[in-house]
């Protein structure tokens, strides 16, 4: 339990992008969003996995010379594209990429900070695309930036993971289709300690249908704090969700995502200097009984 | 000053009934004979803002403003009264039956759903009580609700009763889904299997129901706020939805596909207006106009696509409409120095010509008619009407953002 109150908590690591802690989440969204899903471009985050769009029109004019219904791959170093004409004539004029149907977010880490989740999860899961959703502007920035130098700095490697600036609690199914996450983080997180704010935690019951509506049924969900009551608070709330079961530490049992949430966040690193006790729970989405 | 009070929401329910809202003012006649209903009970205190009946018209339910929720029941003849009423903590923004008339469902503008059983009686109105929880128990508001309640959270806790208090004034309802921003309209499908909630954040989710906590899909595309969503068994599968973004949209409730958008009003760079779809008939006709505007615009839902059936420009601006049982439009208009009372019966022979009922064409009717208009009016000076007016503009109550 921590006794000193979250304002007075910095970024020191960060100068450059240091802001405060907290945003509101329940006031409205003033920076651009996505209205579906299929409006994302996901060229912009995962270049290495979708084609831009003017590229699959220059596509298009090609394939339309083209008889055959074999799949055709205009660039040879883009993995995971699988396109064939009718699939290219297809895409709606509102996308900006090919609908890629082999590729997509599979993990979400909701409120991803300064991207210590993801930079840790990458490596481990190299072909799964990797999501970090934050609301504030500066870390999202950073995250961007750090993801830009990883991938020149590691040829090939982080290809996978992105950020994008979000407000998961107004707008999640604006970014994920029904039962496409595999795994959802929440890290850390804001615990709002005033009654009055407890609105604001990114965990509660009517949120709760939702991340049950973007995880597939066996999905999980993972949760860590160093404060006690906001651990107790979450797993109560999952715990009485119907479409929700806690995960035994038996099944966890070596468990390299959990080993990440753990230790390889910002956070998760300042506890530990500071000997604190941290409180892992995992949850995964089960069919309404 | 002759401005008249609109009615905010009307609906006819089965066996001939017709329950309006006029400001805080609640009626029930029977439009086949005229004949008003006497309702026991206290009445409500600010715009009633939703009112539904059950499948047989034995009961309907009332919500509003004054963040109450009343169900009525028959009593005997043309007596009604007031089987219960809840305080809520916030304005109440759609209430209604579920299908088996056992449970009626409520909505309000902090963007929770209620619901209790449709024959409980009023709550108690002992302080402490808290909602009854089955299932989603634990509302975020309550920090009773986790077991343990530790020194660090009572002694942060300082802002503690001041907090939110839906969780103490909604006594007797269970939490059944909430969406994050104010619940602009609700609807249950046809085969009321799944609830419908559309919000101020352009979002419309169909959620199971009862398990409300299990969503189904959502209906997204919407730029700005949802007006209002019509469900319908003349409908199907189709759900119609207007926005502050300017169109009308037909939708597939099933899978949350957009089926169809028309984009009525102003086009860009102008401003969009938002269009409000009014009410849609037993036989699949839809009217819809653009908010604070007399024109209303009639559609019909043909394979899956909106088709335009024609319209009408009326002498005075419709806030609410229902279709009767013989398909024909009651409309209460905004009536400023205008003749008549605020109510008028659009009528149709097909579906391009639409006509104010005359007095020639139906006499009865008509005079049933004006006899609920009078009855329903209410005179008020020029400042309270224009306030009423900004009060019943969805624009004004829910628009975020500006421009296109």
Known sequence: MTTQTPQKRKKPIKPYHRIKAHANPLSDVNFPYPTTPEDINWHHHYPAYFQAKHEIAEAAALDTAITTAAPTILNAEIVGMNRTAAEVNTTSSQGHHQHNHHKQVEFADIGCGYGGLIVTLSPLFPDTLILGLEIRDKPTQYVEERIKDLREKKEGEYNNISVIRANAMKYLPNFFRKA????????????????????????????????????????????????????????????????????????????????????????AKKVEKVDGKKYPAVFRRIADP | ??????????????????????????????????????????????????????????????????????????????????????????????????????????????????????????????????????????SPSSSSSSSTTTAADSATDKSNDKGKVKNKDTEGSQNIMGHYASITDMTMTPDGKYLITADKDEHIRVSHFPHAFDISCYCLSHKEFVSRIFTAHSLKDNLISGSG??????????????????????????????????????????????????????????????????????????????????????????????????????????????????????????????????????????????????????????????GA
């Not at chain 1, 597939?216 to 906001?230: F, N, P, R, S």
């Not at chain 2, 400001?23 to 939703?50: D, V």
């Not at chain 2, 304005?91 to 088996?100: E, P, Q, V, W």
């Open chain 2, 245 to 402: 973004d300017g169109s009308l949209r037909l939708w597939n409730w099933t899978n949350g596909h957009l089926l169809d958008t028309v984009f009525i009003g102003p086009l860009p760079p102008a401003d969009p207006v938002t269009v409000v779809p009014l009410a849609v008939s037993n036989h699949g006709l839809i009217a819809a106009h653009l908010e604070g505007s007399p024109k209303v615009l009639f559609y019909r839902a043909v394979n899956g696509k909106l088709e335009v059936k024609g319209s009408i420009d009326l002498p005075a601006v419709p806030v609410s409409c229902s279709f009767d049982q013989h398909n024909w439009i009651w409309v209460s208009s905004a009536k400023a120095d205008q003749q008549g009372t605020h109510l008028s019966i659009i009528t149709y022979s097909n579906e391009y010509e639409y006509t104010l009922l005359h007095p020639d064409v139906n006499p009865s009717l008509f005079k049933i008619m004006e006899q609920i208009g009078e009855t329903t009016s209410s005179k008020v000076a020029a400042s309270e009407y224009t306030n009423m007016l900004q009060e019943l503009s969805k624009t004004a109550q829910y628009k975020k953002h500006a």
């Open chain 1, 180 to 267: 496409q996450l595999k795994k959802i983080f929440f890290t850390f997180p804001d615990p709002h300690f005033k009654k009055a704010n407890h609105k604001r935690r990114i965990i509660s019951p009517a949120l709760l249908a939702e991340y049950a509506y973007v995880l597939e049924i066996g999905g999980m969900a993972y949760t860590v704090t160093d404060v006690e009551e906001l651990h107790i608070w979450m797993v109560s709330h999952f715990s009485v969700h119907p479409l929700f079961e806690r995960v035994s530490d038996a099944d966890l049992e070596g468990d390299v995502v959990l080993r990440s949430i753990m230790y390889g966040t910002e956070e």
């Open chain 2, 1 to 138: 000053m002759t401005h008249q009070i609109p009615a905010a929401t009307m609906v006819h329910g089965p066996s001939s009934l017709f329950a309006l809202g006029c400001g805080s003012s609640l009626y029930l006649f029977s439009c086949s004979t005229g004949q008003q209903m006497e309702l026991t009970g206290e009445k409500h205190t600010g715009i009633i803002r939703s009112i539904n009946f059950n499948s047989k018209g034995s009961m309907f339910v009332s919500a509003g403003d004054d963040k109450s929720v009343k169900v009525w029941k028959h009593d005997k003849g043309h007596h009604w009264s007031c089987l219960s009423s809840r305080k809520i903590g916030k304005k109440t923004t759609a209430a209604l039956f579920s299908h088996d008339d056992e449970t009626v469902v409520f909505s309000d503008k902090f963007g929770d759903v209620y619901s209790f059983p449709a024959q409980s009686p009023s709550p108690s109105s002992s302080s402490s009580s808290t909602t009854t929880t089955t299932t989603s128990s634990s």
